[in-house]
Every structure is written in structure tokens, then in C-alpha cells.
């Protein structure tokens, strides 16, 4: 499992994905995604197996990052803009999974 952060200013991809979310520049999330990082996702309600690693990517002004997320079980055969409804801000920076709840997206295509 991969989540981005920058340690050093809170670097963020503003023309991709807006503005930063205010916890994604604080100095707590800043500071703990790096030391505790399954701490902090499970705070943010991403609870990983023993067996899944974690790495963390440290964002800088000459270096952006993005998750792309695991594809949820159950959409194969989805079309790309079906697919695309599911991915969130959170998603792209590590934070939360593609849930087949976002949008409405129920489970049959």
C-alpha cells in the first residue's frame, strides 16, 4: 500500500487535484504517516493486512507523487469512466480505497 506525503512543506499536486485538504498539511499527519504509518491509516479508516507493506512517499517541490489505487474486487468488465467514478482525492494520495459505495456505483455493471 502506497501514501504520499511531504515532510519538509506539505508539496501537494494543486493542478491535479486542488487544494490540499487541511489534515494533509499538518504537522501531525505530516510527521506520523512516516513513523506510524498503519496507525495513521486506520485513522483515516484503511485497516491493512499483517502481510501488506507500507511504503511511504515523501513529496517534494521538484517531485510530485499519486496512489493508483487497487481496482475494487467485482468491477471487471467496468467501462474506464465507471472505473474513474470511484477513485476520490483521498484515494490518490494513499489515504482511502476505491469503495464501490462512492457514487452510487453499486456492484452490477
Given at each position: 500500500h502506497?501514501?504520499?506525503v511531504c515532510t519538509l512543506c506539505s508539496c501537494?499536486?494543486?493542478?491535479?487535484?486542488?487544494?490540499?485538504?487541511?489534515?494533509?498539511?499538518s504537522e501531525a499527519y505530516r510527521s506520523?504517516?512516516?513513523r506510524e504509518p498503519r496507525a495513521m491509516l486506520?485513522?483515516?479508516g484503511v485497516t491493512l493486512g499483517?502481510?501488506?507493506?507500507?511504503?511511504?512517499w515523501?513529496?517534494?517541490?521538484?517531485?510530485?507523487?499519486?496512489?493508483?489505487?487497487?481496482r475494487p474486487v467485482g468491477t471487471d468488465g467496468w467501462?474506464?469512466?465507471?472505473?474513474?467514478s470511484l477513485i476520490t482525492r483521498d484515494a490518490l494520495i494513499?489515504?482511502?480505497?476505491?469503495?464501490?459505495?462512492?457514487?452510487?456505483?453499486?456492484?452490477d455493471p
Open positions: 502506497n501514501v504520499i501537494y499536486p494543486i493542478a491535479l487535484l486542488g487544494p490540499p485538504p487541511t489534515w494533509y498539511k506520523r504517516v512516516v486506520a485513522e483515516f499483517s502481510g501488506v507493506e507500507v511504503r511511504v515523501d513529496s517534494t517541490a521538484e517531485l510530485r507523487y499519486i496512489v493508483v489505487p487497487e467501462t474506464q469512466e465507471r472505473l474513474a494513499g489515504v482511502a480505497r476505491p469503495s464501490l459505495q462512492v457514487a452510487g456505483a453499486g456492484a
